[in-house]
């Protein structure tokens, strides 16, 4: 098993900064790739990005492309989503997902998942 604790998220004005933070425990060898997803109220659940454990593979939804970067501290066990210039949509639940293997796409089917972070961009 794979426990997934996010941190980090609040109230942020427009054009403002965010850096969120999903604590990684368990299986952590097991992991092949970690994700963040997003989901608004009355809004279905949303790729935002993806990284591979080993840091070799990045991909972003193009909502968030130049506005976002995930990363990952292997030592810390720990994957940060840095957001910048936030807008008012940008406003959901975050939340971090774990893989322990790539079935061809890094925007669906993950094993894990972290009970979220509220972000809000006020306008």
Do not use: H
């Amino acid at each position: 098993q794979v426990q997934l604790i996010e941190s980090g998220g609040g109230l942020v004005q427009a054009g403002g900064s965010l850096s969120l933070s999903c604590a990684v425990s368990g299986l952590t060898f097991s992991i092949y790739g970690m994700g963040w997803f997003r989901q608004a109220p009355g809004k279905e659940r949303e790729f935002v990005a993806a990284i591979s454990w080993s840091g070799a593979s990045l991909q972003y939804a193009d909502s968030v492309k130049g506005r976002f970067t995930i990363s990952r501290d292997i030592a810390k066990n720990t994957v940060y989503l840095q957001m910048n210039s936030l807008k008012p949509e940008d406003t959901a639940v975050y939340l971090c997902a774990a893989k322990t293997r790539y079935r061809g796409t890094w925007s669906a089917e993950y094993d894990y998942w972290g009970q979220g972070t509220q972000v809000t961009v006020s306008s």
